[in-house]
């Protein structure tokens, strides 16, 4: 249940203190979140939203799902599956601050659903009931999130391979000619011409872009 509290320096959410403000993040679109800088039990110190707080999402630095982690995985028999290290991977790096890609995720604001965080099992069952095919090579089979500013949830998420990700980048380049506006890797679809030509032309080259896919 969410809080109608103010959120106060002092104040603990789980295992999480409140030690400061943890100043703003801004998403593209100019929406702001606030975010208090957090003190974990275990001696973590991490940037929360407020939100997240108030509604119990965030009851630690990750190290309270990292228990829960180790006795769940001892009944779904999971830990040696490739998709249970695609569900950790996820958690560490919205969670985690050691993590080298938190600052993509975790400190951008990205989020997990609830149910995700809690149980391997649930996130499992959706993954096996929406496409994961733990055949395919991992480029072929990665998760994605639909609206790259979302959360990792059943509704915004997705199995998808690596030029459906590519597409889906936060800072994905698009080159307008005449009355279209693509991606390179769509642009190279369209014109039959391999990616990594364009891209060489583009950007070792220095050709134009009418030059670069135009020129057979």
Known sequence: MRSTQPIEVGQRYGRLTVIGDGGY????NGKRRKKWLCQCDCG?????EGTNLKCGNSQSCGCKNTDTIRERSKTHGGRNERLYSI??????????????????YGARGVTICDEWIESYSLFRDWAISNGYDEHLPFYECSL???DVDGPYSPDNCRWANAKE?????????TFSYGDETLSLSEWAERTGIKYHTLFARIYKL???????????
């Not at 220095?206 to 057979?216: H, R």
Request: include cysteine; hydrophobic fraction near 30%.
């Open 25 to 28: 993040y801004v998403y593209p």
């Open 44 to 48: 973590n110190k991490v940037s929360v």
């Open 87 to 104: 569900w950790t991977n996820m958690k560490q790096r919205c969670m985690s601050e050691k993590n080298k890609s938190y600052s993509d």
């Open 144 to 146: 994605d999130r639909i």
């Open 165 to 173: 990700q590519a597409r889906n980048r936060r800072n994905t380049i």
């Open 206 to 216: 220095g050709w134009d872009f009418e030059k670069a896919i135009n020129t057979i």
